[in-house]
Nanobody
Framework: QVQLVESGGGLVQAGGSLRLSCAASGRTFSSSNQGWFRQAPGKERDFVALINWNGISTHYAESVKGRFTISRDNAKTTVYLQMNSLKPEDTAVYYC???????????????WGQGTQVTVSS
């Protein structure tokens, strides 16, 4: 298992940027695929971005493609989500997750952080 703690959320104006961090502890981090998901009030938790264990492969939801970038530093056991050109519809609680499969399905992730709030004002 991997323990995950997100940080970096906050309030930003539309068009602005934020960088989320997800600090991980646990021996399996460097061999795990990492994902970012988000959940807006009253909505389901949705996939945002995915990165494989060595950082070579990434995948994004269509809604964030070209604006968000996922990266990882295995030496620091940290995953990042750089969010640019933010829109009000990006407002949500953002969660990082760790899984054994390169997958966008929530059920394929076995470890989750507590989430960090991102609010984008118009």
């Amino acid at each position: 298992q991997v323990q995950l703690v997100e940080s970096g959320g906050g309030l930003v104006q539309a068009g602005g940027s934020l960088r989320l961090s997800c600090a991980a502890s646990g021996r399996t981090f460097s061999s795990s695929n990492q994902g970012w998901f988000r959940q807006a009030p009253g909505k389901e938790r949705d996939f945002v971005a995915l990165i494989n264990w060595n950082g070579i492969s990434t995948h994004y939801a269509e809604s964030v493609k070209g604006r968000f970038t996922i990266s990882r530093d295995n030496a620091k056991t940290t995953v990042y989500l750089q969010m640019n050109s933010l829109k009000p519809e990006d407002t949500a609680v953002y969660y990082c997750a760790s899984g054994s499969y390169y997958s966008t399905a929530l059920t394929d992730f076995h470890s989750w952080g507590q989430g960090t709030q991102v609010t984008v004002s118009s």
